[in-house]
């Protein structure tokens, strides 16, 4: 179809950003959309590289909290085209303990100690929590609208800032062949090929009927003894 212009596009780390843009998009004449694909993320973010406008830890609202109010604030054009939404997880969820105590302080503004990575998990386990309640509501209401995760698996991306700014440092600088070939070397996954699951579940004839999975692959829920 014809290219849109909604704007500058929606800052994740700002509800008012990522609610603003779906008024962008309907202004810009779009009145249904058929996936809402939110790959965009931050990877254990120290508390030293700032927080969210709305004060959240920036691994919480970049990566569960911001596609929320985006998917929310145009559910209305999701559902018109019985539409997808597919967040971009990980597996690095499982390794938060089976409670749901860390919720009570999504800003880290007690005295939990912050530590990167944990607040990272924290933050793909609460986008699972969140889809998977998107996903029974719509299902209850009969809209059509499915909701599901999918984690695209290790890649040679810019994803590595704070664990490994030195390797980030380096990417920024390479060209997709080079990216490809360290990709190959470090038995990773390119980005294309890290986004082949993603553009499964948001555009593929199999994946139409899922609702509420975490998937690790295109195609391969997560075993149930995990889940």
Same mark, same amino acid.
């Given at each position: 179809?014809?290219?849109?212009?909604?704007?500058? %596009?929606?800052?994740?780390?700002?509800?008012?950003?990522?609610?603003?843009?779906?008024?962008? &998009?309907?202004?810009?004449?779009?009145?249904?959309?058929?996936?809402?694909?939110?790959?965009?993320?931050?990877?254990?973010?120290?508390?030293?590289?700032?927080?969210?406008?709305? %004060? /959240?830890?920036?691994?919480?609202?970049?990566?569960?909290?911001?596609?929320?109010? &985006?998917?929310?604030?145009?559910?209305?054009?999701?559902?018109?085209?019985?539409?997808?939404?597919?967040?971009?997880?990980?597996?690095?969820?499982?390794?938060? @303990?089976?409670?749901?105590?860390?919720?009570?302080?999504?800003? /880290?503004?007690?005295? =939990?100690?912050?530590?990167?990575?944990?607040? /990272?998990? $924290?933050?793909?386990?609460?986008?699972?929590?969140?889809?998977?309640?998107? +996903?029974?509501?719509? $299902?209850?209401?009969? *809209?059509?609208?499915?909701?599901?995760?999918?984690?695209?698996?290790?890649?040679?991306?810019?994803?590595? =800032? /704070? $664990?490994? @700014?030195?390797?980030?440092?380096? =990417?920024?600088?390479?060209?997709?062949?080079?990216?490809?070939?360290?990709?190959?070397?470090?038995? &990773?996954?390119?980005?294309?090929?890290?986004?082949?699951?993603?553009?499964?579940? +948001?555009?593929?004839?199999?994946?139409?009927?899922? *609702?509420? $999975?975490?998937?690790?692959?295109?195609?391969? @829920?997560?075993? +149930?003894?995990? +889940?």
């Amino acid at each position: 179809g014809a290219a849109i212009d909604a704007g500058a %596009g929606a800052d994740l780390a700002s509800v008012a950003s990522a609610r603003a843009f779906a008024g962008a &998009l309907r202004a810009a004449g779009v009145d249904s959309v058929d996936a809402l694909v939110f790959a965009s993320g931050v990877v254990s973010a120290p508390l030293s590289a700032g927080r969210t406008v709305e %004060g /959240y830890d920036l691994n919480v609202g970049v990566n569960a909290v911001g596609p929320l109010a &985006l998917a929310l604030g145009a559910l209305d054009l999701v559902r018109a085209a019985r539409g997808r939404v597919v967040l971009v997880g990980s597996t690095a969820a499982l390794d938060v @303990p089976p409670s749901t105590a860390f919720l009570d302080d999504l800003a /880290y503004n007690t005295s =939990r100690p912050h530590a990167p990575r944990a607040a /990272y998990a $924290e933050s793909k386990a609460l986008g699972v929590l969140l889809v998977d309640e998107l +996903a029974r509501r719509e $299902e209850e209401l009969g *809209t059509g609208v499915t909701a599901n995760v999918i984690h695209p698996g290790p890649a040679a991306t810019l994803a590595v =800032r /704070y $664990e490994l @700014p030195a390797r980030y440092e380096q =990417r920024l600088g390479m060209s997709e062949e080079q990216l490809a070939q360290q990709a190959r070397r470090l038995g &990773l996954r390119t980005a294309d090929e890290a986004a082949a699951g993603p553009e499964w579940l +948001a555009a593929s004839a199999e994946a139409a009927g899922a *609702t509420g $999975e975490f998937f690790v692959d295109a195609g391969v @829920p997560l075993p +149930a003894e995990y +889940a």
